[in-house]
């Protein structure tokens, strides 16, 4: 069974910085792309950043280009967030969400619809 789960989540100050985990386990296969959503009160999920294990590749949402840093350690199964100069509208629940690789062929990453297995969420909340 694959579970994802989320960490280092927390309270900051806008202009501050927070590295996200998510912690993969449960993978019986080796090709798969693991991605970043965040949902705040009252909005839509959004997609913020993707990445693929076999051949390192990244998107980002234009919101957060440029201030947040996606990586991976396959070592260890594990994904990271790497948020700086945060803003207040970053705020919200942050979710990994994983696939297998192949399933995002052809399509875009940011569909949620296409990631099968979600972790729990952690909170992130910017001051302003």
């Known amino acids: 069974e694959v579970q994802l789960v989320e960490s280092g989540g927390g309270l900051v100050q806008a202009g501050g910085s927070l590295r996200l985990s998510c912690a993969a386990s449960?993978?019986?296969?080796?090709?798969?792309?693991i991605g970043w959503f965040r949902q705040a009160p009252g909005k839509e999920r959004e997609a913020v950043s993707f990445?693929?294990?076999?051949?390192?590749?990244?998107y980002y949402s234009d919101s957060v280009k440029g201030r947040f840093t996606i990586s991976s350690d396959n070592a260890k199964n594990a994904v990271y967030l790497q948020m700086n100069s945060l803003k207040p509208e970053d705020t919200a629940v942050y979710y990994c969400?994983?696939?297998?690789?192949?399933?995002?062929?052809?399509?875009?990453?940011?569909?949620?619809?296409?990631?099968?297995?979600w972790g729990q969420g952690t909170q992130v909340t910017v001051s302003s």
């Open positions: 449960g993978f019986t296969f080796d090709d798969y792309a």
């Open positions: 969400a994983a696939n297998v690789g192949f399933a995002f062929r052809g399509s875009p990453w940011y569909r949620s619809g296409l990631y099968a297995y």
């Open positions: 990445i693929k294990n076999t051949n390192g590749i990244t």
